[in-house]
């Protein structure tokens, strides 16, 4: 079992397409300090990096996060040295997120907060689609911010223990 403390800098990469709401990316920029992920943001965006309300969900957290903006999906892809290692977080799938081997450096990847993400994404990688199950009745979704962290922990779990 490796100790978290010997983990690398950058355990993974969480990438949020064409995020609306600055309090959701503020919190999940505190969930990527919190557990060593960096922050991709891509494509046009809901509100502008220096708004009060992402300075104010991140709290003082901003400054210490490893995070890159990215104007095109097609500029971010770029980076994607390995595209069987992203992990594409959707509700259109049941592969429960933690049937998953996740490894260091992957990608966890989240679309907007009103649409998800887009349709055709999702079909060019049907076999990296995850979803994290909800039981309640009449539930469609989670909070980005909630996913992003459930989804982060269990990574970090994952790698911690192998």
Not at 89 to 104: C, D, P, S
Not at 154 to 159: D, N, S
Request: charged share 25%.
């Amino acid at each position: 079992m490796k100790s978290i403390d010997t983990l690398p800098k950058s355990i993974f990469k969480i990438v949020l397409i064409e995020p609306e709401i600055p309090q959701n990316t503020g919190n999940i920029g505190r969930t990527c300090v919190a557990t060593n992920c960096e922050l991709h943001l891509v494509g046009k965006m809901g509100f502008e990096i220096n708004d009060k309300n992402l300075k104010r969900a991140g709290l003082d957290y901003w400054p210490h996060l490893t995070w890159f903006y990215h104007e095109s999906f097609e500029d971010w892809w770029k980076l994607v040295e390995d595209p069987s290692r992203i992990w594409l977080f959707t509700t259109k799938t049941k592969r429960v997120y933690f049937e998953t081997q996740y490894q260091l450096g992957d990608w966890f990847v989240f679309g907007k907060e009103t649409k998800g993400l887009p349709p055709d994404l999702l079909s060019r990688f049907p076999a990296q689609l995850v979803t994290i199950p909800m039981l309640g009745e009449g539930a469609r979704s989670l909070n980005l911010a909630t996913t992003v962290a459930i989804a982060s922990y269990e990574g970090v779990r994952q790698v911690s223990t192998r």
